[in-house]
């Protein structure tokens, strides 16, 4: 367990550095370069999630039940993934109004799926795992609003109603392939109930 605490210390920390060092980033912008910065951002957000992936499964094997979620949720968390990958693909696509109405697409996703995941899982290291996330989701929101006030960033501007319906359909096929393969491929475990 204790691998598995520093892992989400180690990921969620580094991805918020912005808002508990908001000169961090730009002190080691002036000293390394642009591209030194991010080629560091890039290995410690790697080599955290790695630690974070290794401490998670071991965890798993270790740890016990917290509460057992009815049938129910589970399909109610499968039905909030399809959301969660629309979501995850506008984030990623120029705006249409999914990106303009949520603001923050990306981040909405990961607060759905580590939501979706606290509702089917009972187990401690999933619930440990999906609380740091969800609320590192909230806490990069309300600094992300933060700033837009403040004028240090602009959302991405409206370009074309097509990339709803992009979003949409990459989305729902992301959502298929995790949930037909890649979820049991990558995680172990079938996300389909039983």
């Not at 080691?28 to 370069?33: A, K, L, S, T, W």
């Not at 979501?87 to 109004?97: I, Q």
């Not at 990961?110 to 509702?119: G, N, Q, R, T, V």
Request: aromatic share 8%.
């Amino acid at each position: 367990m204790t691998l598995l605490i520093v892992g989400i210390i180690l990921f969620l920390g580094i991805h918020l550095i912005r808002v508990v060092a908001p000169g961090f980033r730009t002190a080691m912008i002036e000293r390394f370069g642009a591209g030194g910065w991010k080629a560091g951002y890039s290995i410690a957000s790697i080599a955290s999630l790695v630690v974070l992936i290794y401490g998670f499964g071991l965890a798993r094997q270790a740890t016990g039940i917290l509460y057992t979620p009815p049938a129910g949720l589970a399909h109610l968390a499968l039905l909030l993934m399809v959301l969660s990958m629309i979501c995850l693909v506008a984030g990623v696509l120029p705006a249409g109004h999914i990106a303009e109405k949520t603001k923050h697409p990306m981040v909405l996703s990961i607060k759905i799926w580590a939501l979706a995941h606290l509702l089917a899982n009972g187990e401690t290291a999933s619930v440990l795992l999906f609380a740091s996330f969800l609320a590192w989701g909230v806490i990069l929101r309300i600094s992300l609003k933060r700033r837009e006030r403040a004028g240090e960033i602009v959302r991405r501007p409206f370009v074309s109603a097509r990339y709803d319906i992009l979003s949409v359909v990459i989305g729902i096929v992301l959502y298929a392939a995790f949930l037909l393969r890649l979820h049991e491929w990558l995680i172990g475990v079938s996300p389909l109930p039983m």
